[in-house]
């Protein structure tokens, strides 16, 4: 038992330490002034010795810990569902209500706080606020009992699938940092990001074409979305995410508030997605089963997008997350610099591939680089190669470039596909290691 606190305790002292460390334990980005680094050292449970140090209880509790500071932070905002996981207060999400459904449903006292319009897709989102008075779980049993034909759930929040046991270190900034040559860039290429805002002033996305939606036009970066979408198609002369030079379509679902991460803002983003016809979506969240995002989620694919998630840091015997876990979304875990699978990586039949996810950088806000350990930047490594193998929505044309990337997997597990590592590791080449680039010594 000692052990397992000390290693929660250890984890979240780091994560509270560290510049943009908020995101990378799962909290909505909140901005950090950055500490100074004289050295460079490794993330806990980077080696082996430090891996075998974490417990997996702690692992599984330390989303649900941060979860529980969400809440007590912002009460008037956010409470638990009946599982613990964080949803907004008083507010629900319908899906596809007809007319005569929304007026019974207003008749009981219930206010539309929006709608989402089907943004050339056949979806319609209505958030709805509950009855003065009425608790946010006794008006969902009201809603389903006024509309048992309808699909209602509550509006869940969905962190960010950094590790939790990550200690971001600063890294040299980029100065002196070329452009890649224009041959080695993907043309015609888009990709989509649902997550954090990204730092697009960061000099890791010199010359990159990158088209941004909510937040009301406002730029909010985070440290999160920033790693993401550098690993992405980040172009530097020391640095290349997958999918350099493709056009990134980065949807900022949290803006920097506390409501942020919500089942509303990520369907928004997914139509938002789907207007503009990006065909492959990485989304590196993890939350609860939501049956409107589960909806929305399958419709996406059956129009031929290829959703990729990452699969989730509770721990191998936790739960699954989602949406990674729902069907067909291509769920990735990550490796370290070793093929082994990190001791926080969710397992089950919901991994799809394994890609890179310890021993090395990406892009951190507001310049620089730092080391980053997770399922999250896994993910985008998936995503940037799937990208090229689907230029517009195809569900025939989805199928084949999920299967051709199969076909480059290197098999580390058990016979077949295996819980662990799904169909195989790929994009093993693209990790790019701390000592590519200086560390900055004060």
Known sequence: MALRTAARL??????????????????PPVRLPPLSTPALTSPIGQTAAGAASLDTVALTSLRRTTGEQLIRQNR??????????????GELVALDLSAKALERILAAGFVRVSEQPPDGADTRIDVLRAPHGMSTRRALRQLRDLESAAVFDYDHVYSESASAADAVTSM??????AAAPDGERIRNVRVGLIDGG????HSVFHGASIEVSGCDGRAVPSAHGTAI????IGDAAAFHGAAPGARLYAADVYCGRPTGGAVDAIVAAFGWLHANQVAVINISLVGPDNQILRQVVKQI???????????????PAAPPLYPAAYPDVVGVTAVDAHRRALIEAERGSQVEFAAPGADMIAASYPDGYSIVRGTSFAAPLVAGLLAPRLMAPDPEGARLAIASLARDAIHLGASGRDATYGLGLVAEKLRVAPDIIQVRRE
């Open 10 to 27: 250890f984890a979240l002292g780091c994560a509270a330490l560290t510049g943009g460390a908020t995101a990378q334990i799962g909290l």
């Open 76 to 89: 008037q905002l956010i409470e638990a569902d009946p599982n613990g996981e964080p949803m907004l207060r």
């Open 172 to 177: 040299a900034g980029s100065e002196g940092i």
């Open 198 to 201: 990204v730092q697009l002033a």
């Open 229 to 232: 979408a550098s690993l992405l």
């Open 301 to 315: 694919i059956a129009r031929g997008h290829i959703v990729v998630a990452a699969v989730g840091n509770d721990g």
